[in-house]
């Protein structure tokens, strides 16, 4: 098994646990409750794929098989035993970079209220305690101001504009990157996280 994974990560209300297929009835009406607020922003392939569409068990599985070789973690975030939404670890790399991406995506009923934040949070101590990496990546559209807000309020740092960085919705469209190297948070994302709800709440 794979350093890290299988892992369920914890902070107040917020849970990241393993996808299941046992998810596929909330994950899907998620996703279809979602559509408008989700579909702007979701990567898209530059060539057409024929053919049906993946399983969501297939889609599962993969993901597995990538969890299990160490290059992908894929989490359900839970937000009081609810699926809300998705994170996923990607792009984990060693050697001499030692590196990951985060995504996520999460419903609309529960944004703005810190979900994110915290499993973002909850991911990227994981990444740096269990696996070991020294820097996380998040790219956002500039467009995306939700997302934004995210990686504002945890204090990732701005290196700039990817240019036609990824493929969405039938274009090439650019990114704005954020980062953290281990450094930059000695005492963790979540205390971080915590102390800055804390300050925001006084």
Not at 48 to 65: D, E, I, K, M
Not at 114 to 133: E, K, N, S, W
Not at 162 to 179: K, M, N, P, S, V
């Amino acid at each position: 098994m794979a350093t890290g994974w299988p892992a369920v990560l914890r902070e107040g209300d917020v849970r990241l646990r393993p996808l299941r297929r046992r998810d596929q009835d909330a994950w899907l009406a998620l996703r279809a409750r979602n559509a408008d607020w989700l579909e702007p922003w979701d990567a898209t392939s530059p060539i057409p794929v024929l053919g049906p569409r993946p399983t969501f068990a297939a889609f599962v599985r993969t993901l597995s098989q990538q969890a299990r070789s160490g290059v992908t973690l894929p989490f359900a975030v839970d937000l009081q035993d609810e699926l809300v939404g998705q994170l996923t670890v990607a792009s984990i790399t060693y050697g001499s970079l030692r590196s990951a991406t985060i995504g996520y995506w999460v419903s609309e009923h529960v944004a703005g209220r810190g979900t994110i934040p915290t499993a973002v949070a909850l991911a990227t101590d994981h990444c740096f305690g269990a696996l070991g990496l020294h820097r996380v990546e998040i790219n956002i559209r500039p467009e995306n101001r939700p997302s934004l807000r995210v990686v504002e309020k945890l204090g990732f740092r701005d290196e700039g504009v990817r240019e036609r960085y990824l493929h969405i919705q039938g274009q090439w469209c650019d990114h704005r990157a954020f980062a953290l190297t281990a450094e930059e948070v000695p005492d963790g994302l979540v205390a971080r996280w915590r102390e800055r709800r804390g300050a925001a709440a006084g």
